[in-house]
């Protein structure tokens, strides 16, 4: 697995998910290239230790959720880094971005890797047995993954649940109709959703 993995990094030389930029990266001995490079690591672990304007904790120990999680009584509600719309450029946008539009592998590792060491972290802290986690997602539009090709919540749920050794299963699904997330308000977004998502049949 080594050997195709360096051969296939030789052939086809590993560029940064974010940058594009071509990694300076050697060694046949490692599983892979990294999926970044240290600019835009640097980038990202900057953006990891941006804080929270309510609890003033890093975002990745912020434990805060939007009032309508509380009422549904979400246990809790992780995050990685702060998506800001407003700033396209930032690393974890453009990570997005690649995993939305371009199916793009060293975007998916790297988030996986992060969201997986996260749910790890969750598991020891809470003392969680892996037999009682299902991993699921928030499946994509039938519109949307018919024009990309690609499930992304799907994929990186998939990579996550075997990276942490978990069950993973589509809980839920898209009736029919509803508008488009992006061009809607904070409101209209709930009110879209809670009109289009539904529990799969037997879940």
């Keep these: 697995m080594r050997a195709a993995t360096y051969l296939r990094d030789l052939l086809f030389p590993p560029k940064c998910a974010a ?80 995993i939305k539009r371009k199916n793009h592998d060293r975007a998916y590792a790297f988030l996986a890797e992060r969201l997986s060491k996260m749910a790890e972290d969750v598991i020891k802290t809470e003392n969680l047995a892996r037999e009682d986690i299902i991993v699921t997602y928030l499946p994509r539009t039938k519109r949307a993954h018919l024009q990309n090709g690609i499930d992304q919540a799907a994929e990186l749920a998939r990579r996550v649940a075997k990276n942490c050794d978990l069950e993973i299963k589509p809980l839920l699904c898209r009736t029919r109709g509803g508008a488009e997330q992006k061009k809607l308000t904070p409101v209209e977004r709930i009110k879209n959703v809670r009109e289009t998502i539904d529990l799969r049949k037997g879940a």
């Design 19 to 98: 940058c594009h930029t071509l990694l300076n990266w050697q060694s046949p001995n490692a599983e892979s290239a990294p999926s970044l490079c240290s600019a835009c690591l640097a980038e990202w672990e900057s953006e990891v230790l941006e804080t929270c304007g309510i609890c003033a904790k890093r975002v990745s120990e912020c434990e805060c959720m939007p009032e309508r999680m509380r009422k549904a009584k979400c246990a809790s509600f992780q995050k990685l880094v702060y998506y800001v719309p407003s700033k396209r450029m930032l690393v974890q946008n453009r990570l997005i971005y690649l």
